[in-house]
């Protein structure tokens, strides 16, 4: 699998695509194992690439919520 393949079927958003994309540090066309990929993008991310949109920004949001009320 292709890691634009990987972007489009889990429905990267253009921001993490490009991190992703740059943590990879390889050919976005170059043929990757997809287990590969998703080891890559949980490593970059903190997230299960196969979890919902909505499921994954709640995460983001409780994650900076937690950073924000430690430093108070």
Known sequence: ???????????????????????LRRDPEEDVQEEVLRNAFKEFSGIEPDRSKKVRTSEINVDEDEKLSSKA
Do not use: T
Request: aromatic content about 14%; charged content about 25%.
């Open 1 to 23: 699998m292709k890691a634009v393949e990987f972007i489009r079927k889990y429905e990267l958003s253009s921001a993490l695509a490009a991190g992703f994309l740059d943590h």
